[in-house]
């Protein structure tokens, strides 16, 4: 099941959107529900390591500890 959604954007990015629809042959549709959820899977880690970053449980190494661990 699918629900339609009624948005206001600039214009620029609807020109964006349809260059990007034409030069992939998909809808405008597909095209911004492929950027809707990229956003919500971006937003989901970005929350995730938000959490982890102000759980004090969470052991914390810095940059230097991990570059040596991964011999960088």
Do not use: C, N, W
Request: no cysteine; net charge negative; glycine share 2%.
């Amino acid at each position: 099941m699918s629900t339609s959604v009624s948005i206001r954007i600039p214009d620029e990015i609807a020109k964006q959107i349809d260059e990007i629809a034409k030069e992939t042959e998909r809808s405008k549709s597909f095209i911004i529900q492929k950027a809707i959820e990229s956003y919500i899977d971006d937003f989901s880690d970005l929350q995730i390591a938000l959490d982890r970053l102000h759980d004090p449980k969470d052991d914390k190494i810095s940059s230097r500890e991990l570059k040596k661990s991964l011999g960088i």
